[in-house]
């Protein structure tokens, strides 16, 4: 029996295999794996190299102030220190009055007993201004009245406590207090001010009263500072 076959057999049978197409396919495929990674790639070091110049910027054009302030800080001008007067005494009371600070030390020993601003005289007339050098105390008195003239100006001024140390041509230099002087104004009028004194040391009044209380008659002074 002649054998029938099928119009395909052959092309069943003997068809050409189709590894090589698979294998394409496949080739295929990893080329757009590939290709996919390496868009991520690109695309990852794009991103991360914009932060990172980003970054970068920001900490070249980040002034910081705070750290700045922390490394330079802003130095105020400080006051000149006031000078331990009392340090080199070796009485057993003296009395130092600075012009320059306006200021005024009672030194026991070397030891500060009470310091206190002060306001001295007018340099602006020489019977005003106040008298450097070594004094004593040669008096004291309660609740009197000030009365002299400087040849430009007279006054009158009551005081509780006078201790005057020094008379001369133009008359009587000493301690006192000064109501009409406000306590902010002791130590801050300059002596080209026509509002310091006629040459005496004004004080506070409970700067006087203790000076008067502690000081007897004979205590040294020294003044010092302009000539």
Same mark, same amino acid.
């Given at each position: 029996?002649?054998?029938?076959f099928k119009p395909d057999w052959q092309s069943k049978?003997?068809? !050409?295999?189709?590894?090589?197409?698979?294998?394409?396919?496949? #080739?295929?495929?990893?080329?757009?794996?590939?290709?996919?990674?390496?868009?991520?790639?690109?695309?990852?070091?794009?991103y991360y190299g914009v932060k990172q110049n980003s970054? !970068?910027?920001?900490?070249?054009?980040?002034?910081?102030?705070?750290?700045?302030?922390?490394?330079?800080?802003?130095?105020?001008?400080?006051?000149?220190?006031?000078?331990?007067?009392? #340090?080199?005494? =070796?009485?057993?009371?003296?009395?130092?009055?600075?012009?320059?600070?306006?200021?005024?030390?009672?030194?026991?020993?070397?030891?500060?007993?009470?310091?206190?601003? *002060? =306001?001295?005289?007018? &340099?602006?007339?020489?019977?005003?201004? &106040?008298?450097?050098?070594?004094?004593?105390?040669? &008096?004291?008195?309660?609740?009197?009245?000030?009365?002299?003239?400087?040849?430009?100006?007279?006054?009158?001024?009551?005081?509780?406590?006078?201790?005057?140390?020094?008379?001369?041509?133009?008359?009587?230099?000493?301690?006192?207090?000064?109501?009409?002087?406000?306590?902010?104004?002791?130590?801050?009028?300059?002596? !080209?001010?026509?509002?310091?004194?006629?040459?005496?040391?004004?004080?506070?009044?409970?700067?006087?009263?203790?000076?008067?209380?502690?000081?007897?008659?004979? !205590?040294?002074? &020294? *003044?010092?500072?302009?000539?």
């Open positions: 029996m002649q054998p029938v049978y003997n068809r !050409t295999p189709r590894p090589a197409v698979k294998l394409a396919k496949k #080739s295929h495929k990893m080329k757009k794996i590939a290709l996919l990674v390496l868009v991520i790639a690109v695309a990852s070091a794009a970054q !970068t910027l920001a900490a070249k054009t980040d002034p910081k102030p705070a750290v700045v302030a922390a490394s330079s800080p802003i130095k105020t001008p400080q006051p000149a220190p006031i000078p331990d007067a009392c #340090s080199n005494n =070796t009485l057993n009371k003296l009395i130092i009055v600075s012009i320059n600070y306006q200021r005024m030390w009672a030194c026991t020993y070397s030891q500060v007993a009470l310091t206190s601003l *002060i =306001t001295t005289g007018y &340099t602006g007339n020489p019977a005003d201004i &106040t008298p450097t050098g070594h004094y004593q105390i040669y &008096t004291k008195e309660t609740n009197v009245t000030l009365k002299g003239t400087d040849g430009v100006t007279s006054w009158d001024d009551p005081v509780s406590y006078w201790m005057p140390f020094l008379f001369n041509q133009y008359g009587a230099y000493g301690f006192h207090d000064a109501s009409w002087e406000t306590p902010s104004q002791f130590g801050h009028i300059p002596i !080209t001010s026509t509002q310091a004194s006629h040459g005496c040391v004004q004080m506070p009044l409970a700067a006087a009263k203790w000076l008067y209380d502690w000081a007897p008659v004979g !205590t040294n002074i &020294t *003044i010092q500072d302009p000539a």
